[in-house]
């Protein structure tokens, strides 16, 4: 167990809908990445949060947002949800941004859209 | 452009032999962390092993070692003594320059009894 939480661990949307992710960080750390995985890919960088603002962003279109909140808990929002949204989503948390700070992953949110 | 290759979608090996996973990376970062995560089913990524890229000495952690050529681009993982909880997918990542993670599309390795 890495202390990283995630909730819910799988949910169904439609097309068009909206949907909030929830990222628990381990206790201490103050930087949250979300990553999405695809079927069959390896996890893609979304953005990342360091000390609730943001601090990166990936190849990913605005409709794809988020917080970090004073706890350093998170949350991504995904707006007008596509099909190709469907995929298993990650955070990690860790110490701080640097490239030499081991991240510690939570166990997913499974997101389907139908 | 930074990126991870891998080029084995899948693997087997017969449990306590030892298998090679390879990876290979591009990127004009002269300083970068590589890594090793497992990702069984349960789907939580766990860190293997990493190794520094100013560092030329393997990394190794217990039955996991690393061959890292630089020059090459080059980062395979060796696991000894496979065991049957060692089944998951594997993902070779880098961190070049003070980026985020950039993952390869990870190696699927079955251990056979």
């Known amino acids: 167990e890495t202390g990283v939480t995630q909730s819910p661990t799988h949910l169904i949307k439609t097309r068009g809908q909206q949907v909030t992710l929830r990222c628990s960080s381990q206790?201490?750390?103050?930087?949250v990445s979300w990553y999405q995985q695809a079927l069959g890919q390896g996890p893609q960088f979304i953005f990342q949060?360091?000390?609730?603002?943001?601090?990166g962003r990936g190849n990913f279109p605005p409709r794809f947002s988020g917080l970090q909140f004073p706890n350093y808990s998170s949350e991504l929002n995904v707006n007008a949800l596509e099909l190709d949204d469907s995929a298993l989503y990650l955070c990690?948390?860790?110490?701080?941004?640097?490239?030499?700070?081991?991240?510690?992953f939570g166990q997913g949110t499974r997101l389907t859209v139908v | 452009a930074q990126t991870v290759t891998q080029s084995q979608p899948e693997m087997s090996v017969q449990e306590a032999e030892t298998v090679t996973l390879s990876c290979t990376y591009d990127?004009?970062?002269?300083?970068?962390?590589l890594f090793w995560y497992k990702q069984p089913p349960s789907r939580q990524m766990i860190l293997v092993i990493r190794?520094?890229?100013?560092?030329?000495q393997n990394a190794t952690e217990n039955r996991f070692s690393v061959n890292f050529q630089k020059a090459a681009k080059s980062f395979s993982l060796k696991i000894s003594d496979s065991q049957l909880g060692d089944t998951a997918m594997y993902f070779c990542?880098?961190?070049?320059?003070?980026?985020?993670?950039?993952f390869g599309k990870g190696t699927r390795l079955s251990v056979i009894a």
């Open positions: 190794q520094e890229a100013y560092k030329q």
């Open positions: 206790s201490g750390h103050n930087t």
């Open positions: 949060y360091y000390r609730e603002e943001e601090n």
């Open positions: 990127t004009s970062e002269n300083n970068y962390y």
């Open positions: 990690a948390s860790s110490l701080e941004p640097s490239m030499n700070t081991e991240a510690f």
């Open positions: 990542a880098f961190t070049p320059g003070n980026t985020p993670l950039v």
